[in-house]
C-alpha cells in the first residue's frame, strides 16, 4: 500500500510549488531526483522533525501537472533559480539544502547562484558537475557507458518507448542503477514514479532535464565553475552506476567551507534509502555540526 503524504500549493509570480512542510526549527529543504518522488524522503524528514527541523519536501519542477510552466526551461540557471524561489515563495531567509539525482544538482546551482541563502548543502548520487568531464578516452567511454540514458533521452520517441509494457524502462533504471535494492520500500518508489509519469505533461517535463544539457538555449550558469561558498556532505553510493569515488573527492576541493565524502559501500544510486538509517544518523549528525553556533 502506497503511504500518502499530505502537500499542498503555493504561487509566487507565475510559478507554482507543491510541497509537504512539516515540523519546526531551522528548515530543511529535501529535493528528489529522478525517476522518483518527494515521497522517498519520508520517513527521513520525519526523523528531521523528531530531531527539531522543519522540513520542507517539494516535487521538482515538472513532477506535477501543477508545478509546470509553459515554456520556462530546464537549464541549470532555470533550475538554481527553482530553489531561491521557493526559499522567497515560504518567506525563509535561508535553508540547508539536501538533494538527490537532479535534486543534487540543484543544489550545487543555488550554493552558486545564492550563496548567502544556502546554509549548507548534502547532495546525493552526484558529484559536483565541473568533475564529471572525461579526463581521456577510457574515461570518456566509460561515462557513455553509465550515462547513456542522457542519450536515450534526446530521441524524439524518448516518452513513447518509456511508456512501453508498464515504464519497463523505469524498471530497468531501478534495476541497473541499484541492483541491490530490493523490498517493498524500493517497489513503492518505483510505483509512484510510475504514477507520476502516466500524466504525459509530467513524463515529457521529466525528460526535458536531459535535452535541456544539450540544447543550444540552455542559460548556463557561469557561477557554478567557482568554488562554492558553503559547506557540504556529500553522499555516494559504493555500486552506483558511476562506481567511482574520483569526481567526488575532487568536488570536496571546491567548498570553501569544507566538506565530507560519505560512502555507502552496498548501496547503489539510492543511498539514502538503501542505508537509510546511515544516512538519516550522519544528516542529523551533520547538521548539529553546521547549524551550531
Do not use: C
Not at 540552455?218 to 567557482?226: A, F, N
Amino acid at each position: 500500500m502506497l503511504t500518502v503524504l499530505e502537500f499542498q500549493n503555493i504561487t509566487q509570480g507565475e510559478q507554482t510549488w507543491r510541497y509537504h512542510d512539516a515540523g519546526r526549527g531551522h528548515p530543511i529543504v529535501l529535493f528528489h531526483g529522478f525517476p522518483d518522488t518527494p515521497h522517498s524522503f519520508e520517513r527521513i524528514a520525519t526523523s528531521l522533525n523528531d530531531a527539531g527541523y522543519r522540513t520542507v519536501v517539494p516535487y521538482l519542477r515538472g513532477y506535477h501537472r501543477d508545478t509546470i510552466v509553459p515554456g520556462r526551461g530546464y537549464d541549470a540557471l532555470s533550475l538554481a533559480e527553482d530553489v531561491v524561489g521557493l526559499l522567497d515563495a515560504l518567506g525563509l531567509e535561508s535553508a540547508v539544502l539536501v538533494g538527490h539525482d537532479w535534486g543534487a544538482t540543484l543544489l550545487y546551482g543555488a550554493a552558486a547562484l545564492a550563496p548567502e541563502r544556502i546554509d549548507a548543502i548534502v547532495p546525493i548520487a552526484i558529484a559536483h558537475p565541473n568533475t564529471l568531464k572525461p579526463r581521456n578516452a577510457l574515461q570518456a567511454v566509460g561515462l557513455l557507458i553509465m550515462a547513456r540514458h542522457f542519450i536515450y533521452f534526446q530521441l524524439p520517441w524518448s516518452e513513447a518507448r518509456t511508456r512501453r509494457n508498464d515504464f519497463a524502462y523505469i524498471e530497468r533504471i531501478y534495476r541497473r542503477w541499484a541492483p541491490s535494492w530490493k523490498g517493498p520500500e524500493r517497489d513503492e518508489a518505483l510505483a509512484r514514479a510510475k504514477e507520476a509519469f502516466r500524466d504525459p505533461d509530467v513524463l515529457t517535463a521529466a525528460i526535458d532535464y536531459y535535452r535541456a544539457m544539450a540544447a543550444k538555449t540552455e542559460r548556463p550558469l557561469d557561477k557554478l565553475g567557482g568554488p562554492l561558498d558553503t559547506r557540504g556532505l556529500m553522499v555516494a553510493g559504493g555500486k552506483d552506476f558511476g562506481g567511482h569515488l574520483g569526481p567526488y573527492k575532487r568536488s570536496q576541493a571546491l567548498f570553501e567551507k569544507g566538506a565530507e565524502v560519505l560512502v555507502m559501500p552496498d548501496a547503489g544510486h539510492w543511498p539514502h534509502r538503501e542505508a537509510e538509517t546511515k544516512f538519516t544518523d550522519a544528516l542529523i549528525r551533520f547538521l548539529g555540526d553546521t547549524l551550531t553556533p
